[in-house]
């Protein structure tokens, strides 16, 4: 996600620690690299310029200039404008006081719309809501077809429209609120027409459903690999419909970050969710304040705590926090271990998640092959309940052994080892120590 621009800038952040004081020739090269950065990610010209020209004034004021720690204060200065660049702080939907809410999702075909409405329901059924899937496409009926096998799928409410109701679209979509309202369905997320390009056609038939449906939220879904044609898309939706907020999709996929980066500042409107990934609980919530950290090498570890949190046994987390303190971790731990990993999502962007720096240090980098953790759990799987506890006693015929058990390489059992007792190394490490002991559980 965003590697393109994160390595880029992760660099930059490196020359600017590098340097002993901060002047305005070094800041101007710092400037030039960013800007660079931000052209080749397909960001916006005009978002670039204006985050340059602040950052340039805030970075050169003579506060930071005097300061002791000047390279640390314009680093803060560059998170705090990418957090301004990405809108400022998370947004939440708006709800209406008088069930049930409408939400009206637009975008262009092929950005993944239909999907994100599953996806939208699927979080709002979580919350302990009664979501509604609707498809209002009068010019491809069948699309109803797709939204209710996503409804079925996600076991939540759907309504299909008749033949019949489609000759009369404002009756119709009278109804499906009147509906709404009869069995208690809140909110109504309601998948509209998409369309290769923009025409009239098609925005005659969004205003038709905005005027009658008069929505809480209008939310453009744009394809964040598109780049620059995305926040084109959003900008020609927010002047002809109106928007309120944007999902970005597949932005588990777009190394560049150009959409992401440009979207809000363009639009003026908040990017409230983004896809990273395409099961149906692959939307998370967007904050701009733990991107622009991300993006910097600062890591994002608020979201991994709240993935965690959601994920974790915390019985078991507890056990393990103690165990850690203790240096007791084993291999069946180890194993335990990679079982929650596994339920958080893939492993390599769970390290992109890590910061850049300290106890971290270039972890975020390590190149993983998802598959492994399978490989991994194998591999431990083969060995006795004495070698798990005590990893020092497998010699080379016990790893021969393993190997053939797991039908992996003894490669991978050596690299499992190796990847194990390296662990056991960080853990003694005083910075590893210290962080475990302000864990709450390890108490």
């Not at 964040?224 to 002047?239: C, H, I, L, N, R």
């Not at 987390?317 to 999502?345: C, N, P, S, W």
Request: with cysteine.
């Amino acid at each position: 996600m965003l590697e393109q621009i994160t390595e880029r800038l992760q660099h930059v952040m490196k020359f600017l620690r590098g340097e002993g004081k901060i002047t305005e020739k070094n800041m101007q090269e710092a400037l030039k690299m960013m800007r660079m950065a931000f052209l080749e990610a397909d960001v916006n010209y005009k978002v670039v310029k204006n985050f340059e020209n602040r950052v340039k004034e805030r970075a050169l004021d003579k506060k930071v200039l005097s300061s002791l720690t000047p390279a640390q204060h314009v680093i803060k200065i560059i998170r705090d404008e990418l957090t301004d660049m990405l809108g400022h702080k998370e947004q939440k939907l708006a709800y209406s006081e008088t069930p049930p809410s409408i939400f009206m999702v637009v975008g262009l075909q092929g950005t993944g719309k239909t999907t994100t409405c599953g996806k939208l329901a699927k979080r709002e059924k979580e919350l302990k809501y009664n979501p509604l899937l609707v498809s209002f496409d009068l010019k491809r009926p069948a699309a109803q077809e797709q939204l209710k096998a996503i409804a079925r799928s996600i076991d939540v409410a759907h309504y299909e429209f008749s033949k019949k109701q489609m000759n009369y679209p404002g009756r119709a979509l009278d109804q499906v609120k009147e509906y709404a309202k009869q069995n208690n369905n809140n909110p109504v997320i309601l998948d509209t027409a998409g369309r290769l390009h923009i025409d009239d056609e098609l925005m005659d038939e969004l205003k038709l459903v905005k005027d009658k449906l008069d929505p809480d939220e209008v939310i453009y879904i744009g394809d964040s690999m598109t780049g620059q044609d995305a926040v084109k898309s959003a900008s020609v939706f927010e002047k002809r419909i109106g928007l309120t907020s944007i999902i970005l999709s597949k932005l588990d996929g777009d190394s560049r970050g150009g959409a992401a980066l440009s979207i809000t500042v363009v639009t003026g409107k908040p990017i409230k969710f983004i896809g990273v990934g395409e099961k149906f609980d692959k939307l998370e919530m967007f904050h701009p304040d733990r991107m622009a950290s991300r993006i910097i090498g600062m890591g994002d570890m608020l979201s991994l705590i709240e993935k965690a949190e959601k994920e974790t046994d915390m019985k078991q987390a507890e056990d393990l926090a103690k165990k850690l303190r203790k240096e007791e971790f084993t291999l069946e731990d180890f194993k335990k271990q990679l079982e929650q990993v596994k339920k958080m999502g893939s492993l390599s962007q769970i390290l992109k998640g890590l910061p850049s720096g300290g106890v971290f240090k270039n972890m975020n980098k390590m190149k993983i092959d998802d598959k492994k953790v399978y490989y991994f759990e194998a591999i431990i799987n083969s060995m006795t309940p004495a070698e798990r506890k005590k990893p020092k006693i497998i010699n080379g015929s016990r790893r021969a052994r393993i190997a053939r058990g797991s039908g992996r390489p003894v490669a991978e059992v050596n690299q499992i080892l190796k990847q194990f007792f390296d662990m056991k190394k960080m853990m003694k490490k005083p910075g590893f120590k210290k962080m475990i002991s302000s864990f709450p559980l390890s108490h």
